[in-house]
Nanobody
Framework: QVQLVESGGGLVQPGGSLRLSCAASGSILSINFMGWYRQAPGKQREWVAAVTSGGNTNYADSVKGRFTISRDNAKNTVYLRMNSLKPDDTAVYYC???????????????WGQGTQVTVSS
């Protein structure tokens, strides 16, 4: 019914940059917040950043000043620009969105399949 498809992960050297994208498709009436989480090997999934439909943003302290989240409402797409990457940023990054689908009045949480980001020299 609804799919979130991420792209843009890969291998990058410390200090480098990457931009992740996540596009939502399906029977979408509206999208409330959109955000990114990440999960490193052996660790719990953690929240990274979020953006509301109005463009308000929030970040985890560990990425503040280095990562920028943005969204294109016309394309139902959220982006995560990651600068000054560190080895500790290595993780699978997941897109998450609260979406109101056709025939529903309340938002449902949807997840993407994840994209691997590896920061290593």
């Amino acid at each position: 019914q609804v799919q979130l498809v991420e792209s843009g992960g890969g291998l990058v050297q410390p200090g480098g940059s990457l931009r992740l994208s996540c596009a939502a498709s399906g029977s979408i009436l509206s999208i409330n917040f959109m955000g990114w989480y990440r999960q490193a090997p052996g660790k719990q999934r953690e929240w990274v950043a979020a953006v509301t439909s109005g463009g308000n943003t929030n970040y985890a302290d560990s990425v503040k000043g280095r990562f920028t989240i943005s969204r294109d409402n016309a394309k139902n797409t959220v982006y995560l620009r990651m600068n000054s990457l560190k080895p500790d940023d290595t993780a699978v990054y997941y897109c998450n969105a609260a979406i109101v689908v056709s025939g529903s009045r309340l938002p449902t949480s949807y997840w993407g399949q994840g994209t691997q980001v590896t920061v290593s020299s």
